[in-house]
Each structure stands twice: as structure tokens, then as C-alpha cells.
């Protein structure tokens, strides 16, 4: 199956963008520091009769890199909006992954009449998470921002990273996506100077969930390394209409990246029984 490749412009900044198959459009918006996160989804037969698209967002892979301020939340939002007009396309399915699920919240919220349903793999939601869970986020970045502002962009990510997937997250990530690590430490600086400090201002909470009205699944892998994945799972389920849930039996929040199958099958499951409206 062919792909098509190419760049949309947004405010000058050009986005680039990889599509594969037919049928109903499903956006695959990738986790932070892992540009191409997504990318083995584009390829897994259970998601055969869906037209494809992953892209990357400012800053990261072949998009253009970030200057100046961080790129809000609602920018993110905006972008994917822009990125669907200029692919022709007026609604489409949302598939996000950690930061990447975050974006396609703010999607929902801002412009529902663009999303059909709306999958969510492991975002960052601080406001479900408990004093422990929290501690966490707050202590991986008190190591990683210090780095990365010091010029160690490998050794911040290494810190970030190990708080997200876990120990031996490295060996996966090389295995599955060759090149990805230096690629994530070309990238730190959308992540960290752009997205964490976005993440960190973004106004979305409780309220904001219970307006959500896309079919919504929330994904969630088996593992225990940091609870506050589990306690996002339910915080989405108790607040996001209707949601739905499936646990993945992989066991980090490397998710699709460790092993796409059974992630590609529950996300097409879902999006079987929630098509797009006619």
C-alpha cells in the first residue's frame, strides 16, 4: 500500500504529514519527544479500511522547529484544525498518544463539529492525578529542566523518558523506531521548551471533560511502574460522557510503540462502532 507524503502550511510553518489507506480518516497524534510514535499504526492490518493520517506537530521531525513563546494548547488545536481543511477534510476520527491525546482533548473542546470519535492513550490530566502520582511528574522534571537548560538535551530526556516508560525503555524504542532516540534529542526543544510549559498553563479541567460529546475510548496498559496512568483512565471514564474503556496488555506507556497489534485492534474495534455521522 502506498503512502502519500507532504507539508501543510500553518502561519508559515510548514507540517508534515504521511497518510495511507482508504475510508474513514483517522488523525494519529504522536506522544511527545517521539515524533514518529504513531507511525507503526499506519501499517497494522487491523486498521485496514481507515484512511490513515499521522503528522508531525511544530518543532518536531520534518515539521518546522519552534521559536519564540510556547505554542499554547489551543494553537496545537488550531493547527489540527487547519491540517484537516487543507487535506480536504471536515471531520475526522482522533487517535492521541500521551501528549498527543492531550491535543486531541483540546480539539474536542474547542471544535467538536471536526471530530468523530475520539481515542485517548494515556494523556497527562494533572488535575486526576494523586498527591504520589503527581509527585512524580513533578520530580522527573525537576531533574530533566535543569539538563536541557544547562545544554544536555540527552541527558533531560533520559530523565524524562525514564519517568514515563519505565526502566529499559531505550532498548524498546531503538528496537521499534531505529533512529528515534536521536531524533527525540533533536526534537527537546519543542518538548521542553513548547510543550511541557504549554501543558503546564493549559486551562482544562473537570468541567471541560463533562462537555466532551465525541464516542470516546480511553486506553490504559497494564502496567504499575507510576500509577497516575490508571488513575487518568478513570478520571476519563467518571468524566467524559459515556466513555468507554480498554486495557491494553502491554506493560509501559510506550503503548503502540512496544506493540501495535493489540492497541491497532481495540482502537479499530471502537471506531468500527462509532462511525463517522453521514
Same mark, same amino acid.
Given at each position: 500500500?502506498?503512502?502519500?507524503?507532504?507539508?501543510?502550511?500553518? +502561519?508559515?510553518?510548514?507540517?508534515?504529514?504521511?497518510?495511507?489507506?482508504?475510508?474513514?480518516?483517522?488523525?494519529?497524534?504522536?506522544?511527545?519527544?517521539?515524533?514518529?510514535?504513531?507511525?507503526?499504526?499506519?501499517?497494522?492490518?487491523?486498521?485496514?479500511?481507515?484512511?490513515? #493520517?499521522?503528522?508531525?506537530?511544530?518543532?518536531?521531525?520534518?515539521?518546522?522547529?519552534?521559536?519564540?513563546?510556547?505554542?499554547?494548547? &489551543?494553537?496545537?488545536?488550531?493547527?489540527?484544525?487547519?491540517?484537516?481543511?487543507r487535506?480536504?477534510?471536515?471531520?475526522?476520527?482522533? &487517535?492521541?498518544?500521551?501528549?498527543?491525546?492531550? &491535543?486531541?482533548?483540546?480539539?474536542?473542546?474547542?471544535?467538536? +463539529?471536526?471530530?468523530?470519535?475520539?481515542?485517548?492513550?494515556?494523556?497527562?490530566?494533572?488535575?486526576?492525578?494523586?498527591?504520589?502520582? !503527581?509527585?512524580?511528574?513533578?520530580?522527573?522534571?525537576?531533574?530533566?529542566?535543569?539538563?536541557?537548560?544547562?545544554?544536555?538535551?540527552?541527558?533531560?530526556?533520559?530523565?524524562?523518558?525514564?519517568?514515563?516508560?519505565?526502566?529499559?525503555?531505550?532498548?524498546?524504542?531503538?528496537?521499534?523506531l531505529?533512529?528515534a532516540?536521536?531524533?527525540? &534529542?533533536?526534537?527537546?526543544?519543542? !518538548?521542553?521548551?513548547?510543550?511541557?510549559?504549554?501543558?503546564?498553563?493549559?486551562?482544562?479541567?473537570?468541567?471541560?471533560?463533562?462537555?466532551?460529546?465525541?464516542?470516546?475510548l480511553?486506553?490504559?496498559?497494564?502496567?504499575?511502574?507510576?500509577?497516575?496512568?490508571?488513575?487518568?483512565?478513570? !478520571?476519563?471514564?467518571?468524566? #467524559?460522557p459515556?466513555?468507554?474503556?480498554?486495557?491494553?496488555?502491554?506493560?509501559?506507556?510506550?503503548?503502540?510503540?512496544?506493540?501495535?497489534?493489540?492497541?491497532?485492534a481495540?482502537?479499530? +474495534?471502537?471506531?468500527?462502532?462509532?462511525?463517522?455521522?453521514?
Amino acid at each position: 500500500m502506498s503512502d502519500e507524503t507532504g507539508h501543510v502550511e500553518v +502561519d508559515g510553518v510548514p507540517l508534515s504529514y504521511r497518510i495511507r489507506g482508504h475510508g474513514e480518516p483517522v488523525l494519529l497524534l504522536h506522544a511527545g519527544f517521539v515524533a514518529d510514535g504513531m507511525q507503526l499504526l499506519l501499517s497494522a492490518p487491523e486498521l485496514e479500511g481507515f484512511r490513515l #493520517v499521522a503528522y508531525h506537530r511544530r518543532g518536531y521531525g520534518d515539521s518546522g522547529r519552534v521559536h519564540g513563546p510556547p505554542v499554547t494548547m &489551543v494553537r496545537q488545536a488550531e493547527d489540527v484544525a487547519v491540517l484537516l481543511d487543507r487535506l480536504g477534510l471536515r471531520r475526522a476520527h482522533l &487517535v492521541g498518544h500521551s501528549f498527543g491525546a492531550n &491535543v486531541a482533548l483540546q480539539v474536542a473542546a474547542a471544535a467538536p +463539529d471536526r471530530v468523530g470519535a475520539l481515542v485517548l492513550m494515556e494523556p497527562l490530566l494533572g488535575f486526576t492525578l494523586s498527591p504520589e502520582a !503527581a509527585a512524580g511528574v513533578t520530580d522527573a522534571a525537576a531533574t530533566a529542566m535543569p539538563l536541557f537548560a544547562s545544554g544536555d538535551s540527552a541527558g533531560a530526556l533520559d530523565a524524562w523518558l525514564l519517568g514515563a516508560f519505565g526502566p529499559g525503555y531505550r532498548d524498546v524504542l531503538d528496537r521499534a523506531l531505529p533512529g528515534a532516540w536521536e531524533r527525540a &534529542v533533536a526534537d527537546a526543544p519543542a !518538548a521542553f521548551g513548547s510543550e511541557i510549559p504549554s501543558l503546564q498553563g493549559w486551562a482544562f479541567g473537570p468541567p471541560d471533560l463533562a462537555r466532551v460529546r465525541a464516542p470516546t475510548l480511553s486506553v490504559v496498559n497494564t502496567g504499575t511502574y507510576w500509577g497516575g496512568f490508571r488513575e487518568t483512565h478513570e !478520571a476519563l471514564l467518571s468524566g #467524559v460522557p459515556g466513555a468507554e474503556g480498554a486495557v491494553v496488555p502491554v506493560a509501559s506507556h510506550l503503548l503502540q510503540i512496544a506493540d501495535p497489534g493489540p492497541v491497532a485492534a481495540v482502537v479499530a +474495534d471502537f471506531l468500527h462502532r462509532h462511525p463517522l455521522p453521514a
